[in-house]
Structures are given as C-alpha cells and as structure tokens.
C-alpha cells in the first residue's frame, strides 16, 4: 500500500487528488473507491492507497483514510456545494459560511425549484436531513 495525504476533494462532483508521500504526480481519486465515507476525505488527511498508471496519470484503486481531518476552522469547509455550484471557489477553497435562515431560505427555493411539486411535508423533512448535513461540516452557523 502507498501513503498520501488527501489535496483536495469534491464532495459534489466525487473525486479528487492524493499527493503521494514519496513524491511524484498527484493521484486521481474518485468516491467509488473510497473505503468508508467520502465526507472524510478532506484536504490534509492521510491515506492508503492502492494506483495505477491509466493513460491521465495515476489513477488510485483502493483509498482507506489512515487518521482523522486535521484541525480546521469552521469557515475552512464551509459552503463547499454552494461555492461549486455558483463558481465562486477562491484559490484556498473558502466561502461564506450561511445563517441558518439563509440556508433554510437558499434549500427550499432550491428544492422548489427543481421539484416544483413536492409537498410542504417533504421539503421540511429534506430541509432538517440538510440542516444536520450542514451543521456537520460547518457550512453553517448557528
């Protein structure tokens, strides 16, 4: 097994980069072969991986997270799917972290948007599995 750190990873898009710790080009890495929950893979954290050469470069097999996140600020995450959406990522992946009503307001124009016919039922249900999500990963302040 190789060791890496994770350098960066799209949670909405499901894929990203390990840097090798013996150097070398990044490794591709696509949630699928995510050992455990994708969530964890953010930027700093250590891996094992299994790679192999594909015609775009490395390209990881196998990933396993070998230690926790390190430390970050709640801002550090914050927004993640919001910013990939709009474009607006900076170039150290920071946003505006949202109140809560912001969030609340944001989600449900979202959901009616896209799903113009769910009830009020299931857009507060799918708002507060959000919320939870939301609050996780600091993307919004209480």
């Not at 964890?40 to 390209?59: I, L, N, Q």
Request: contains cysteine; glycine residues 12%; hydrophobic residues 40%.
């Amino acid at each position: 097994m190789l060791r890496g750190k994770v350098v960066r990873f799209d949670e909405v898009r499901g894929y990203g980069f390990i840097a090798p710790d013996d150097g070398g080009d990044d490794v591709f890495v696509h949630a699928n072969t995510v050992d455990g929950d994708k969530w964890t893979m953010v930027p700093g954290v250590p891996v094992e991986y299994e790679a192999v050469d594909s015609d775009r470069g490395p390209k990881a097999l196998t990933v396993r997270v070998t230690g926790g996140a390190p430390e970050r600020s709640a801002t550090a995450g914050a927004g993640r799917a919001r910013e990939v959406a709009a474009g607006t990522e900076d170039e150290e992946g920071l946003c505006d972290v949202l109140s809560e009503r912001t969030f609340f307001a944001e989600t449900t124009e979202a959901l009616l948007t896209a799903v113009p016919d769910l009830t009020g039922a299931q857009i507060v249900a799918v708002r507060a599995r959000m919320l939870a999500l939301a609050r996780r990963h600091g993307w919004v302040e209480g």
